[in-house]
């Protein structure tokens, strides 16, 4: 962190771990959330975000988690990791997430307790959302849980809606997957940023760190466009590997 002394800033302003502190949106981004949150407030089933990789759909995704009002949705983020394998794995992470204790090892009886635990936040008067990230990393078997999922219900209505945020592979999958597919009620792409984006992106980051004298930054726009092609995360590691050169 010594090197952005100089700069007079209170923390990094490129770091490209998703913080809620740089959360920025064009209009398109802005259009793109309201519309997925107005989804899940509304309890529909299932949610698609993707885009590129390093386009941001992560801080997307943890910005709409935040926005929704925990006196009415309780939701779990759960990141599906690379090689994981099996959908007996990601129901015993689901059910510990809802407060059991001792998941089973079953599937049909996984699904009970989790049916369990959604009717337990159903009584408390809010709605259950689930957030997978990084979803293009399912197997098969565990894509084709999410029926199963969408499946559960109590008086006739939804206990749970699901959203997956993934990259472009996320759509080839679920093509093969007709029985997920066409269950999706609501579609988000995020693209990357336009040239005309990427100063003002600059500025705000900068700002947020409590940097000063931002509009020297829109001059770099044009180069970094260039070489990032408008994703966040390419954008974010040059003007990191940048400010430590220039320190």
């Known amino acids: 962190m010594d090197y952005l002394g100089p700069f007079g800033l209170a923390k990094d302003p490129f770091e490209v771990e998703p913080d809620l502190d740089f959360y920025a949106e064009n209009a398109s981004r802005r259009r793109l959330r309201l519309r997925i949150q107005r989804g899940l407030i509304r309890a529909k089933g299932l949610t698609l975000l993707t885009g590129p990789e390093g386009t941001g759909k992560t801080l997307v995704a ?15 983020w759960m990141v599906v990791l690379p090689g994981t394998r099996g959908a007996e794995s990601l129901l015993r992470r689901l059910a510990t ?14 699904l009970a307790e989790i049916h369990g ?28 849980l999410v029926s199963h999922l969408l499946a559960l219900e109590s008086d006739e209505r939804r206990l749970l809606s699901l959203m997956l945020v993934g990259s472009p592979a996320l759509l080839e999958m679920l093509s093969s997957e007709p029985d997920v597919g066409h269950r999706v009620d609501v579609r988000g792409e995020l693209a990357a940023l336009e040239p005309g984006d990427v100063a003002s992106y600059l500025e705000h980051r900068w700002e947020s760190a409590g940097g000063t004298g ?3 930054l ?9 070489l990032s092609e408008g994703r966040l995360r390419r954008i974010n590691t040059l003007m990191d590997n940048a400010l430590f050169e220039a320190s």
């Open 62 to 76: 943890r910005r709409i988690l935040h926005d929704l009002d925990p006196e009415r949705f309780e939701a779990t």
């Open 97 to 110: 997430e809802l407060g059991v204790v001792e998941p089973a090892t079953e599937r049909g009886a996984l």
């Open 117 to 144: 635990g959604l009717e337990a936040i159903r009584a408390k008067g809010r709605h259950a959302v689930l957030i997978f990230d990084n979803a293009q990393c399912f197997d098969r078997e565990s894509l084709a």
């Open 214 to 216: 931002a509009e020297v």
């Open 218 to 226: 829109s001059g770099f726009a044009p180069r970094l466009f260039a």
